[in-house]
C-alpha cells in the first residue's frame, strides 16, 4: 500500500530505539518529515541519520515525555522546524521491574505511570493544542497486548497501558468531529530492546503465548502506524487495534 505523506510532518516519541525506530523510518520511506524524539539524542542522532541516508527527512529532538515542558518543547520544535505537526506515535516507554502488585514499591509504580500514561497525556495535549487550531491531525498512541489482558507482575505497566487506551477513547470522542482522528495500538510481544534482559525459557515462555508460534517484529507495528495514521484510515478513530499474533484471539 502506498501513502501520501509528502509535505507532512509527523514526530515519534521513543523513535531512538525498537517500534519507534521502524515507526520513524517507516514514515520517512513514505515521504513525511519526521522528528525523531528520544531521551537520548544520541540514538535519535543516529536513527536521523539513517532516514537521510536514504534519502528521507528527519531531524532529532532530546525529550523526556514525563515532563510536560519537555513535551511542549517537542511539539513547539516540530512547529519551528518543519511548519506543522500532522500526525504523532506516542510510542515512548518503559517496562518496569517484575513484581507481583504488592511487592510494587510507590516510586517503582509512579516511574512507569509517569512515562507510559503521564508521557502519553502530555504529548497528546500539546499535540492537540496545535491540531485543533489547523483543524486536522492523526495520532497513534502505543498501548500493548497488556492495554486489555493482565500480566502477572507487570502491575505498572498494565495499568498504565489500559489508562492509553481510555484516554485515547476519550481524546476520540473530543476531537474527532474537529477533524482528528486518534488511535492506539496494542502490540504481542515484540523483539525489541525492551525484551532484551529475558533468558531462553523467559523467551520461549512469551514466544508461546502467540499462537502463531513467533514473537512480533517492530516493522510489523510500525506499519500499521503509518495506515493509521495516513488518509487511507480516514473512517478510523477512537479504536484499539491489536498487533498479536493471536494473543487475544485465545
Ligand atoms: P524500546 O526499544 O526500549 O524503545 C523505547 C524507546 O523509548 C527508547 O528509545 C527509550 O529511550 C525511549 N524512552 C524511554 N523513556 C522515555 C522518556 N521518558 N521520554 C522519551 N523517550 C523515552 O521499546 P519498544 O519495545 O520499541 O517499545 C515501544 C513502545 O511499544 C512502548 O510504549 C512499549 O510499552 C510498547 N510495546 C512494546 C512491546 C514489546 O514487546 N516490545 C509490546 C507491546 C507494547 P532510551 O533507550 O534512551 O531509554
Known sequence: MSYDFQGKTVLVTGGGSGIGEFSSKDLAKEGANVVVA???LEHAERVVQEIKSAGGEATAFKVDVSDPASAKAMVDFTIKTYGSLDGAVNNAGIGGPAKNTGDYEPDEWRKVMSVNLDGVF??????????E???KGSIVNMASILGTNGFATAPAYVAAKHGVVGLT???ALE???????????????IKTPLLEQMNKSQF???TSLHPIGRLGEPEEVAQLATFLLSDKASFITGSYHLVDGAYAAQ
Open 175 to 189: 476531537y474527532s468531529a474537529k477533524g482528528i482522528r486518534v488511535n492506539s495500538i496494542g502490540p504481542g510481544f
Open 122 to 131: 502530555y504529548c497528546l495535549k500539546y499535540e492537540l493544542e496545535v491540531m
Open 133 to 135: 487550531k489547523a483543524g
Open 169 to 171: 477513547k476519550n481524546a
Open 38 to 40: 528520544d531521551l537520548s
Open 204 to 206: 520461549d515462555a512469551l
